[in-house]
Antibody, heavy 116, light 108 residues
Framework: QMQLVEAGGGVVQPGRSLRLSCAASGFTFSGYGMHWVRQAPGKGLEWVAIIGSDGSNEYYADSVRGRFTISRDNSKNTLYLQMNSLRVEDTAVYYC?????????WGKGTLVTVSS | EIVLTQSPGTLSLSPGERATLSCRASQSVSSNYLAWYQQKPGQAPRLLIYGASTRAPGIPDRFSGSGSGTDFTLTISRLEPEDFAVYYCQQYVDSRGTFGQGTKVEIK
């Protein structure tokens, strides 16, 4: 059964860093592009980043470019999001999702709270 | 950046009624790059429609998508109790995706 499980969320101070992970199982991880999408409390969805199936291409939303880095380890079936210079406005549930173009299958998300 | 504007913000309907949701883009979007999602409280979103009109696997045929250029529509032919949720459109152009702000379909 296909599964995506995010981890690494928590409370962090502004300006600090955090790394999220997303463990994939039940499908051939290396065959798919992967996304990060976030949702601030009570707000809508915001696309964050995408990485190609072999990790060769990465694209970011303007709001996170230069601060966040998406990466993957196909040998470990795991997706990552390195988040640096965090801001209060980065507070959100972060979802990983499978898809070469659109996020077609989503994990349950992990909450990141940026607060002093 | 392409901006997607969804209307109405909230749609109040009764079970069995037809729901028509609109998504308008600030510039033309290829139909291949337009999708719709459903999100219920406390749950992750679920892909309903991609390529503007193709239903994702397992999605009931009461859900249909249409449109082209800058105007796209999601139609739910007859609302079931489980269809009351928030719906988002998304476009993916130039390797960047943006979502609309969402339409809430609530029970009247």
């Amino acid at each position: 059964q296909m599964q995506l499980v995010e981890a690494g969320g928590g409370v962090v101070q502004p300006g600090r860093s955090l790394r999220l992970s997303c463990a994939a199982s039940g499908f051939t991880f290396s065959g798919y592009g992967m996304h990060w999408v976030r949702q601030a409390p009570g707000k809508g969805l915001e696309w964050v980043a995408i990485i190609g199936s072999d990790g060769s291409n990465e694209y970011y939303a303007d709001s996170v470019r230069g601060r966040f880095t998406i990466s993957r380890d196909n040998s470990k079936n795991t997706l990552y999001l390195q988040m640096n210079s965090l801001r209060v406005e980065d507070t959100a549930v972060y979802y990983c999702a499978r898809g070469d173009l659109f996020p077609g299958y989503w994990g349950k998300g992990t909450l990141v709270t940026v607060s002093s | 950046e392409i901006v997607l504007t969804q209307s109405p913000g909230t749609l109040s309907l009764s079970p069995g009624e037809r729901a028509t949701l609109s998504c308008r883009a600030s510039q033309s979007v290829s139909s291949n790059y337009l999708a719709w999602y459903q999100q219920k409280p406390g749950q992750a979103p679920r892909l309903l429609i991609y390529g503007a009109s193709t239903r994702a696997p397992g999605i009931p045929d009461r859900f249909s998508g249409s449109g082209s250029g800058t105007d796209f529509t999601l139609t739910i032919s007859r609302l079931e109790p489980e269809d009351f949720a928030v719906y988002y459109c998304q476009q993916y152009v130039d390797s960047r995706g943006t979502f609309g702000q969402g339409t809430k379909v609530e029970i009247k």
